[in-house]
């Protein structure tokens, strides 16, 4: 494990309040008996200090749609962003939320997705997705890949170019939207303009240096959460050679015929090594890939230390690579 001198000074407060909220989800999580009990009390942890700003609600225009899932009975929700002022076709980023796929909501970051949306003058959709183990692989991606296709098939009711559709998605978000950029390069799909992965959540082995690294009470998802996310997708799968491509990216053979990529990950989190290994085989099969890997920090340090200055670098760095490629 890495010693707290490691850490970016600016992250100091982050670094001791992210790894007393860890101890205690940790220490819920070992008094339960079984890897399903413990997946639920995980679940039941990040629902309880985690929950959406209710003003937010209230305060941000949207959209919201429902549209139906392909496989199955149900719908899938939308929430749609837009400039201000729109009076033409625009690019559009379809975004994926965090949540080590058995957490998270579009509820709950309405305010970050309208401030993209004017910063960036593009229409923003976000995709609520379900989520396991009630709904283990191939639900979730199943949902997120229906949303892409939805808004690619509609983009014309919808004031939406399609000829410039990116995928944007933090942590299990990334892991996913790296996902259906490979479903929608196999099965002849959309076309995608490029994908911004933050901190993605690619592979379900953790055998990586980092993943091994990152335990314990660490500021933020370490690796005994990272295991029971992936057991809550993949069930008794997870490790094996069973699992595809389309559930965990970094099983894929070959990383080629994707588009421009963007991959940002935290120099002390458990995803550091697959991320980096994830851009090294798209860059070897000619995907052009920006990585930033930033030294001192953690999993979302982001929302932690918004202040601080690897924070503002960060999104400056996000923010400008994906204006540049919706120019395109």
Same mark, same amino acid.
């Given at each position: 494990?890495?010693?707290?001198?490691?850490?970016?000074?600016?992250?100091?407060?982050?670094?001791?309040?992210?790894?007393?909220?860890?101890?205690?989800?940790?220490?819920?999580?070992?008094?339960?008996?079984?890897?399903?009990?413990?997946?639920?009390?995980?679940?039941?942890?990040?629902?309880?200090?985690?929950?959406?700003?209710?003003?937010?609600?209230?305060?941000?225009?949207?959209?919201?749609?429902?549209?139906?899932?392909?496989?199955?009975?149900?719908?899938?929700?939308?929430?749609?962003?837009?400039?201000?002022?729109?009076?033409?076709?625009?690019?559009?980023?379809?975004?994926?939320?965090?949540?080590?796929?058995?957490?998270?909501?579009?509820?709950?970051?309405?305010?970050?997705?309208?401030?993209?949306?004017?910063?960036?003058?593009?229409?923003?959709?976000?995709?609520?997705?379900?989520?396991?183990?009630?709904?283990?692989?191939?639900?979730?991606?199943?949902?997120?890949?229906?949303?892409?296709?939805?808004?690619?098939?509609?983009?014309?009711?919808?004031?939406?170019?399609?000829?410039?559709?990116?995928?944007?998605?933090?942590?299990?978000?990334?892991?996913?939207?790296?996902?259906?950029?490979?479903?929608?390069?196999?099965?002849?799909?959309?076309? *995608?303009?490029?994908?911004?992965?933050?901190?993605?959540?690619?592979?379900?082995?953790? *055998?990586?240096?980092?993943?091994?690294?990152?335990?314990?009470?660490?500021?933020?998802?370490?690796?005994?959460?990272?295991?029971?996310?992936?057991?809550?997708?993949?069930?008794?799968?997870?490790?094996?050679?069973?699992?595809?491509?389309?559930?965990?990216?970094?099983?894929?053979?070959?990383?080629?015929?994707?588009?421009?990529?963007?991959?940002?990950?935290?120099?002390?989190?458990?995803?550091?090594?697959?991320?980096?290994?994830?851009?090294?085989?798209?860059?070897?099969?000619?995907?052009?890939?920006?990585?930033?890997?930033?030294?001192?920090?953690?999993?979302?340090?982001?929302?932690?230390?918004?202040?601080?200055?690897?924070?503002?670098?960060? *999104?400056?760095?996000?923010?400008?690579?994906?204006?540049?490629?919706?120019?395109?």
């Amino acid at each position: 494990m890495y010693n707290d001198e490691y850490f970016d000074p600016e992250l100091r407060k982050a670094v001791e309040d992210g790894r007393k909220n860890t101890k205690r989800i940790l220490d819920l999580i070992d008094n339960c008996k079984d890897m399903n009990s413990k997946v639920l009390c995980l679940k039941n942890a990040l629902l309880a200090y985690g929950r959406p700003d209710e003003n937010i609600k209230q305060t941000v225009l949207h959209e919201q749609i429902m549209i139906p899932q392909s496989n199955g009975n149900g719908f899938i929700r939308l929430l749609i962003y837009r400039p201000q002022l729109q009076h033409h076709l625009l690019p559009c980023i379809y975004h994926i939320h965090s949540g080590g796929m058995i957490s998270g909501n579009i509820d709950s970051e309405m305010e970050e997705l309208s401030k993209l949306s004017n910063t960036l003058e593009a229409i923003v959709v976000d995709v609520d997705y379900r989520l396991a183990p009630e709904h283990p692989y191939p639900a979730g991606m199943e949902d997120c890949y229906d949303g892409l296709k939805w808004i690619w098939d509609h983009g014309k009711s919808l004031q939406i170019d399609t000829s410039r559709i990116g995928l944007m998605g933090e942590s299990a978000g990334g892991g996913l939207a790296a996902s259906i950029a490979i479903k929608s390069r196999d099965s002849g799909g959309p076309k *995608i303009l490029f994908q911004a992965l933050i901190a993605p959540m690619l592979d379900d082995r953790n *055998i990586t240096s980092s993943s091994r690294l990152c335990s314990g009470a660490w500021p933020s998802w370490p690796r005994e959460m990272n295991l029971l996310g992936w057991y809550a997708l993949l069930g008794d799968m997870v490790g094996t050679s069973n699992v595809s491509q389309y559930a965990a990216p970094s099983r894929a053979n070959y990383l080629g015929n994707l588009p421009p990529s963007y991959i940002e990950v935290g120099g002390m989190e458990v995803f550091r090594d697959e991320d980096i290994d994830y851009a090294s085989k798209m860059m070897a099969n000619n995907v052009p890939v920006e990585l930033h890997v930033y030294p001192g920090t953690f999993h979302s340090w982001h929302s932690q230390a918004p202040d601080a200055g690897v924070t503002k670098r960060a *999104i400056y760095n996000r923010i400008e690579w994906i204006r540049n490629h919706l120019r395109s």
